[in-house]
């Protein structure tokens, strides 16, 4: 892969690859680059930034490039390594909990190189897989080095030489890197999924129990040992720590249910490619949930009202 800045030599005489070309690469990008900060916000940035860099060359050292593919992801790899490393400091100053931006059902832009560079079948992951919440949850616990190189080798099966390009060490190290990454997702996979279409039963069985404020119902759809856990970035009102237990879940669940009665709708969504629920006031999305489930039952919800994450569910913006 080639490095950031552009090297003269032979092909430099080449036609230029033209607008389309280049900007077909976007797609990609972004999927790589939300995969990599969790932020669709600061993806789009990040690949706004990485043409701004492409563009502010000139024809010649563009002409240059053998592979301007390769350039741009190069170039948007080591911009999220960086912003990686200042998120972690942003965080400490963020109100509550930090949670993966959201996504919505058609913003999954599911078409990049296939998934599962792993020697190990049951270490591949899917492009479906890795926008999952609790994936992009499990992602959040890597170091951004870590997270780089797991990323663009295991989801997207770019070599290690690739990826020793944009991490700055050797390929040895990245597949090291990687390797740790692949520890801490295969524990987090230590257990079997329901079907998707038994999961979205649940979380309506959940709605549903929720909606009626049936404490006992909503206990049942509860693991015992659940975790709830909410992201309002000090913007929207959210429940700074997590809930823990299933029957702490349930009472607040209903509680909130009457808080909010003949206000608010609640709808049944896809979120990061899971069945998930979104709550709106005036047709304006207020909030919305994305669950785990194991052993028919919820393990896990996120709760985002952070409006800025928010955006793409109410304007429906790609």
């Known amino acids: 892969m080639p490095s950031e800045t552009a090297r003269p030599g032979p092909g430099r005489d080449r036609p230029d690859p033209g607008l389309d070309a280049i900007m077909s690469e976007r ?22 930034e ?39 400091a942003r965080r400490e100053t963020y109100v509550g909990e930090w949670i993966p931006e959201p996504l919505p059902e058609r913003t999954e832009w599911i ?17 479906d897989e890795s926008v999952s919440m609790a994936f992009l949850v499990v992602l959040e616990s890597m170091t951004p080095a870590e997270r780089v190189a797991f990323v663009l080798h295991d ?37 079997l999924d329901p079907p998707v279409r038994r999961q979205a039963d649940i979380v309506r069985d959940f709605r549903r129990a929720w909606e009626a404020q049936d404490i006992d119902a909503l206990i049942g759809l509860l ?11 000090g913007l929207a009102t959210a ?32 979120v990061n490619g899971r069945p998930g629920l979104v709550a709106q006031r005036d047709g304006v999305t207020t909030t919305v949930l994305a669950f785990d489930v194991a052993a028919d039952r919820i393990t896990r919800i996120w709760v985002i009202t952070n409006p800025e994450k928010l955006r793409h569910w109410t304007t429906g913006r790609p």
């Open 111 to 127: 078409d990049g190189r296939p998934g599962g560079a792993a020697t190990d079948p049951a270490d591949q992951v899917t492009l």
């Open 223 to 233: 693991d015992p040992d659940a975790t709830a856990t909410a992201d309002g970035g």
């Open 239 to 270: 429940f700074l720590h997590p809930i823990e237990g299933g029957e702490q879940i349930a009472h607040a669940w209903a509680e909130l249910a009457r808080r909010a009665a003949g206000s608010r709708t609640l709808l049944e969504r896809t």
């Open 155 to 191: 989801v997207f099966s770019h070599s290690f030489a690739e990826v020793a390009e944009i991490v700055g060490r050797t390929p040895g190290a990245c597949r090291q890197l990687a390797s740790s990454a692949r520890r801490r997702v295969r524990a987090s996979r230590a257990r």
């Open 50 to 88: 990485t043409y701004a860099r492409w563009y502010a060359m000139s024809q010649e050292q563009r002409d240059a490039i053998e592979s301007p593919g390769a350039w741009l992801t190069t170039v948007a790899g080591r911009i999220c390594l960086n912003l990686l490393g200042s998120a972690r």
């Open 27 to 48: 797609r990609q990008l972004l999927n790589v680059a939300y995969r990599l900060l969790g932020s669709l916000a600061d993806a789009e940035d990040t690949v706004q």
